[in-house]
C-alpha cells in the first residue's frame, strides 16, 4: 500500500480522536456524574453510535468475512439476525429498568447496583472481581488486534510492537482527556468510518466482479455450497444455544451496561432500540457477502488465511486510499472498544475499590487508572501471551452467567444475597473447570448452557432457604417497569 | 395494539423457532427477484418481523413509566 497515503489517512483519523478528546475534556465538567456518565445526557443519535461502536470488534471485520469465506450466506443468521433481536431484547428488558435506577440512585457500576440491591459487600466484591477478570482480557486482544492489523496491512512498515503503542497511546489520550463524553464522540466517528466503509467496499467489490446479479449466479453454479451453513461447527446444538454466548451477554459487558445509563431518557433509549437491530443488518449483511464473493473471486484460501479476505479484496479492486480508510475502518473499530472498556474499568476501580473517594476525586483517580492499565495491558500484549483469543469464547460465556444475576436482582424479590453468591460462584466454577479441562457433558451446546441451569438453579434454592431481604430494601428496587417517571 | 405478557412470551418463542430452521440449512438455490440468496432474503425478512415484536414488547412493558 502506499506509504504517504497510508500515513495521511491514519493520522488524520488520530488527529480527529485527540481534537475530539480535547473538545470533550474542555466541555466537560469536574465531577464523576459528568467524567464517568458524561451527565446521562445523550440523545439518540449519539447513544446509538456509541452503544454500536463500543459493540462491535475487529472481529466483525477481519474474522466474520473469513467465517463467511468458508461457511456461506448462513452464517448471517449465526452471528447477524439472532444478535439483532437478542441484544435489543436485552436492552428492552434489563437495560430499561438500569437506566431508571441508574438515574434514580446515582448508580455507576454494575457491582455498586447489584451490592446495593442485596445490601452485600460480598456480592459487589464477587461482580466487580469477575467482571475486571472477564474485561482485562479483551484489552489486551484490542490492542493485539490492533497492533497485528497495522503490521500487516502497512506490510511490515509498523512493526507490531510501535503499532500496539500507538494504539494505546491514543486511545488512553483521548479516553481519559474526553471520559465517556469524550469516548461516546469518538465512537460517533469511529463507528461512521467502519460502516461507511463497508457499505462503499461491498457496492465498489461487487461492481468490479461483474454486479451482484452475475456474483449470485456463479455463486448456484461454482460454489452452492455458500448458499446455505456449511460451518463444520455450527450444528443444530450450537446453532440453537449460540445466541447464549454473545448476542444474550451483551447487556452483561460492564463498558455497555454503563452506556446504557447515558441515554438521556426513555424516548432516546427507546429510538436507539428500534435502530439498533437495523445496525447490526447494515453491519452484517455487507461483512458476508464480501466473505461469500471472496471464496468466487480468490477460492482456495485455507483456515485463517480467510480472515485476510477484506484486505485482499480491497486491494486488488479499489482505489489505494479506500485501502488506507479500510485500516482506518479497522483500528476504529478496535478503538471504539478499547476505549469503553479502559473508562469502564477505571470507573470500576474508582466507583467499587474507593467509594468515599470516587464521587470528589472521581475524574483524577478514572485519568489515572485509564493510563496504568493501558500501560499494564500494552505490557502485557507486547509479549502475544498464546492461547488469548481462545479467552473471548470464555469471557463471553463468563458474562452471560451474570445476566441471570441482574434479571433475579430486577425481577425477584424474594432472592437473596446468600443465593446469588452460591449460585454465582458455581455456576462460574464449573464453566472455569470445563475450560481448564473438566470436559463435563454439554449435550451438543455450548459448555455454558448446563453452567446457566446449575447457576440459576443454585440460586433459586438458595434464596428460598435463606430469609428474604428487607422490605426497604424490595422497595428501593421496586418492579422496575412500575416505577413511576424519574 | 398491545401484547399481553404471555403472547409476548410466545411470539418471542415463535421467532426462535424459526430461526432455528436447521432443517432447511441445505443450500436453497433459488435468487430472489434473479439476484439475492434465499437464505439471506430469509433471515433479512426474520428481522423486520423481531423488530415488530420488539416493538410490541416495549410498548406492552414500558407504558406504565412513559
Known amino acids: ?486 | 395494539m398491545r401484547l399481553s405478557r404471555a403472547s409476548a412470551v410466545l411470539a418471542i418463542l415463535t421467532l426462535y423457532l424459526l430461526h432455528n430452521n436447521w432443517w432447511s440449512w441445505q443450500p436453497d438455490f433459488t435468487l430472489l427477484f434473479g439476484s439475492i440468496p434465499f437464505e439471506l432474503v430469509y433471515r433479512i425478512l426474520w428481522v423486520l418481523v423481531s423488530t415488530g415484536v420488539l416493538w410490541l414488547v416495549m410498548r406492552g412493558w414500558w407504558r406504565q413509566s412513559e
Open chain 1, 1 to 486: 500500500m502506499n506509504s504517504f497515503v497510508l500515513l495521511l489517512v491514519f493520522g488524520l483519523y488520530i488527529l480527529t480522536l485527540v481534537i475530539i478528546g480535547v473538545f470533550s475534556y474542555r466541555r466537560g465538567m469536574e465531577s464523576a456524574e459528568d467524567y464517568f456518565m458524561a451527565g446521562r445526557s445523550f440523545g439518540t443519535f449519539v447513544l446509538f453510535m456509541s452503544l454500536f461502536g463500543t459493540n462491535v470488534t475487529a472481529f466483525a471485520l477481519i474474522g466474520m468475512p473469513g467465517i463467511a469465506y468458508h461457511a456461506g450466506i448462513g452464517v448471517f443468521g449465526y452471528f447477524g439476525a439472532i444478535g439483532a433481536f437478542v441484544t435489543p431484547l436485552s436492552f428492552i428488558l434489563i437495560g430499561y429498568p438500569i437506566w431508571q435506577l441508574g438515574k434514580r440512585h446515582g448508580y455507576l457500576t454494575p457491582a455498586q447496583m447489584f451490592g446495593e440491591r442485596w445490601q452485600s459487600a460480598a456480592v459487589s466484591y464477587l461482580l466487580f472481581g469477575l467482571l475486571l477478570w472477564y474485561t482485562i482480557p479483551y484489552v489486551i486482544i484490542g490492542l493485539m488486534g490492533g497492533g497485528i492489523a497495522i503490521e500487516a496491512l502497512s506490510g511490515g512498515a509498523v512493526p507490531y510492537a510501535l503499532a500496539a503503542g500507538i494504539v494505546a497511546a491514543v486511545t488512553v489520550v483521548y479516553t481519559s482527556l474526553g471520559g465517556m463524553r469524550g469516548t461516546a464522540w469518538t465512537n460517533v466517528f469511529q463507528a461512521t468510518i467502519f460502516l461507511a466503509f463497508l457499505i462503499v467496499a461491498c457496492i465498489g467489490i461487487s461492481a468490479k466482479l461483474g454486479g451482484i446479479k452475475l456474483l449470485h449466479t456463479r455463486l448456484v453454479s461454482e460454489a452452492p455450497q455458500l448458499l446455505g451453513n456449511q460451518h463444520p461447527r455450527l450444528t443444530p446444538g450450537i446453532w440453537a444455544t449460540g445466541f447464549l454466548v454473545g448476542p444474550a451477554s451483551v447487556i452483561a459487558f460492564p463498558h455497555m451496561f454503563m452506556r446504557l445509563m447515558t441515554a438521556r431518557s426513555p424516548k432516546a433509549l427507546r429510538r436507539t432500540i428500534f435502530v439498533y437491530p437495523w445496525g447490526l443488518v447494515l453491519l452484517y449483511v455487507p461483512i458476508t457477502l464480501i466473505g461469500v464473493w471472496g471464496a468466487l473471486d480468490i477460492p482456495g484460501l485455507i483456515g485463517k488465511e480467510s480472515d485476510k479476505i477484506l484486505p485482499m479484496l480491497v486491494e486488488r479492486h479499489l482505489p489505494i486510499w479506500l485501502g488506507a480508510v479500510g485500516l482506518a475502518a479497522i483500528l476504529a473499530a478496535v478503538m471504539s472498544s478499547l476505549d469503553g472498556q479502559l473508562l469502564t474499568i477505571s470507573t470500576m476501580i474508582a466507583v467499587d475499590i474507593f467509594p468515599h473517594k470516587a464521587y470528589k476525586a472521581g475524574p483524577r483517580i478514572g485519568r489515572l487508572g485509564v493510563i496504568l492499565l493501558a500501560a499494564a495491558a500494552l505490557m502485557v500484549s507486547l509479549f502475544r501471551p498464546a492461547g488469548i483469543f481462545d479467552i473471548s469464547v470464555y469471557a463471553f460465556s463468563g458474562y452471560t452467567l451474570i445476566v441471570p444475576v441482574m434479571a433475579f436482582g430486577l425481577f425477584w424479590k424474594r432472592s437473596t444475597a446468600t443465593g446469588i453468591l452460591i449460585g454465582s460462584i458455581l455456576g462460574h466454577g464449573l464453566l472455569a473447570a470445563y475450560y481448564l479441562g473438566l470436559k463435563y457433558p454439554t449435550f451438543g451446546t455450548f459448555p455454558v448452557f448446563p453452567c446457566l441451569i446449575i447457576e440459576s438453579a443454585a440460586v433459586a434454592l438458595g434464596s428460598l432457604l435463606t430469609p428474604p431481604p428487607a422490605q426497604e430494601v424490595i422497595a428501593r428496587f421496586n418492579h422496575p417497569f412500575n416505577l413511576p417517571d424519574v
